[in-house]
């Protein structure tokens, strides 16, 4: 090995890496691609797969994730079926032998999705707040020792946020306006993931922060500094007018899948910042569903007397999946 290769591997020792995730918010089952970004962009790498655990240090370990430890030459690798909120990190390597670098920094996809064994809770249940608010955020589930993580998403800032402190909830004033990812973590445990923003004036959007269960109703404010509501209020979805008529609150009675979206309002010409609102649909269902109606199909290919049992089982079995 000559003088000159020592030096350019030692410079692609301390070469950064950024790890980019999508999607950045989780649909329960569904794939995720991680991509791994060296900076400035050089070739020759193979790259290393891992998972972020959480440590008692106010850091992370790094695990290899499954059939990854011989690394890849592709920059990019799909995680399938992921359900909860997770972290990830990447390294890579080149030469022979190979030197490698440091770990990047975690970047983490979130699920609002809530488990026993790892859920946060919100008090008030709402996406916004004020300035002049506080709030509680409240770890529960399997484990006993929970710390509480938020995700500055403007300034892409992960900070460990101190222990809980009264009946095992974290209070946090809210001093300065931002938007903010908040979760929980212990040992190999991430809780549902939840989106904070605060705002220092004008009018806010009260809407849940949770999923909202296809069927319940959920009802829409907007709400001001002074805790009044008031009645004259233009709400909006996905940047369009709902209606041209101004009222006091929005109320779906039965929520759809096709009710999900950005919404936010308006009042006396101010408007509030849009937030989403997530609706958990009968996925589970409607999958088992499929897989139940694709193998009555293929063996009413063969025998087409089950066409029948195919269509009872349809109606009695799916009549949500199918609507």
Not at 198 to 223: F, K, M, N
Request: proline share 7%; with cysteine.
């Amino acid at each position: 090995m000559s003088e000159g290769s020592r030096v350019t591997l030692t410079c692609s020792v301390n070469q950064p890496l950024v790890l980019s995730v999508s999607p950045s918010w989780l649909i329960p089952g569904a794939s995720v691609t991680l991509i791994c970004h060296t900076e400035p962009p050089s070739a020759g790498w193979s790259f290393y797969w891992f998972k972020a655990v959480p440590n008692s240090q106010d850091s992370y370990t790094y695990e290899p994730l499954p059939g990854t430890s011989s690394g890849t030459a592709n920059n990019s690798f799909t995680v399938h079926g992921q359900t909860h909120t997770a972290g990830y990190a990447c390294s890579a390597g080149r030469g022979d032998p190979p030197i490698y670098t440091q770990h990047s920094r975690p970047t983490f996809v979130w699920s609002s999705g809530v488990h026993p064994s790892a859920s946060l809770t919100v008090n008030p249940d709402r996406v916004q707040h004020f300035t002049s608010e506080s709030l509680s955020l409240t770890c529960e589930g399997s484990s006993s020792q929970w710390r509480l993580i938020r995700f500055l998403t403007d300034d892409s800032l992960l900070s460990f946020l101190p222990p809980a402190t009264i009946n095992g909830s974290t209070y946090i004033k809210n001093e300065a306006p931002r938007k903010a990812v908040y979760w929980c973590e212990s040992g190999t445990e991430f809780s549902n993931a939840v989106n904070i923003s605060t705002h220092s004036d004008g009018v806010i959007l009260v809407s849940p922060v949770y999923p909202v269960p296809v069927g319940e109703s959920v009802t829409l404010l907007c709400v001001m500094k002074t805790g009044n509501i008031p009645s004259d209020v233009f709400f909006y979805k996905n940047n369009k007018l709902i209606e041209n008529e101004r009222r006091g609150e929005m109320k779906i009675s039965a929520v759809s899948e096709s009710d999900e979206g950005f919404y936010k309002c308006q009042y006396n010409g101010r408007e509030s910042a849009q937030s989403w609102m997530a609706v958990q649909c009968k996925s589970s269902a409607h999958f088992y569903c499929i897989i139940i109606i694709s193998v009555f199909i293929l063996s009413s290919l063969i025998d087409p007397w089950k066409l029948m049992t195919l269509s009872l089982l349809v109606v009695k079995l799916c009549p949500l999946s199918i609507s």
